[in-house]
């Protein structure tokens, strides 16, 4: 399988001639979902999900489908009907010829004082990668590649260590690193290497990995 990274938190995996893409938001490239079969979206945040890129894919390629939790499908459905699937936790289908498990249901908390949003994580060919969206969602099964969210307002360095001890995968890439500066990379890249158990990697916007 191959993974392409886009920026902040849009990856493009390819495996036998068709392509899946998971959260093309608002600070990843305004192409980031064009030439994708089919397309996941964990949730509602305008970086993870963005009507505009959503539409060009799917005006660009009357085929692909798009799977997501309700408050997405909602603002979606009446305009490509029929082109929606709402799923939620637990749930299991195949996009594009991927396998994906559903796990998780709620955004990680920014503060109190902010209402929760809906949140989901895939699990794509049986744990081959694991998007967990904006949570630090375990899926209870082994991971041999964690979308790891390493920077954002609502984690703290010492949690995402323990993040990936706890789903202890083989490798975990960074992804939701668009507001993560390059002077802080080389301490991010340090601790979480020396700390979390597993190989940890970066990966440039627009560069690949096979996995």
């Known amino acids: 399988m ?10 493009r995996l390819e495996k036998d001639g068709r392509t899946l ?11 980031a979902a064009v030439g994708a079969d089919a397309i996941l979206v964990t949730h509602e945040h305008p970086d993870h999900f963005d009507e505009g890129r959503l539409r060009a894919a799917l005006e660009a390629d009357p085929d692909c489908r798009i799977w997501t939790l309700r408050s997405v499908a909602e603002q979606l459905t009446a305009a490509f009907p029929g082109r929606v699937r709402t799923v939620g936790h637990g749930d299991t289908f195949t996009a594009a010829g991927f396998d994906v498990e559903v796990h998780g249901e709620l ?5 109190p004082d902010i209402p929760r949003v809906t949140n ?7 744990g081959r990668v694991f998007h967990p969206g904006d949570a630090l969602t375990v899926p209870g099964r082994p991971v041999e590649t964690l979308m790891l969210p390493v920077h954002a307002p609502w ?3 010492a949690e995402v260590i323990d993040y990936v001890r706890e789903v202890a995968p083989q490798r975990a890439y960074d992804v939701h690193d ?9 301490i991010y890249d340090r601790q979480i290497g020396a700390l979390g158990g597993a190989e940890h990697l970066r990966l440039a916007p627009g560069t690949s990995a096979e996995v």
Request: aromatic residues 4%.
């Open 178 to 186: 668009a507001l993560l500066t390059d002077l802080a990379r080389p």
């Open 120 to 126: 989901v994580g895939y699990l794509i060919d049986g």
């Open 107 to 111: 955004h990680a908390v920014i503060h």
């Open 155 to 157: 984690n703290k360095i």
């Open 2 to 11: 191959k993974l392409t990274k886009k920026s902040h938190a849009c990856i």
């Open 21 to 31: 893409v998971v959260d093309p938001g608002g600070f990843s490239e305004e192409d």
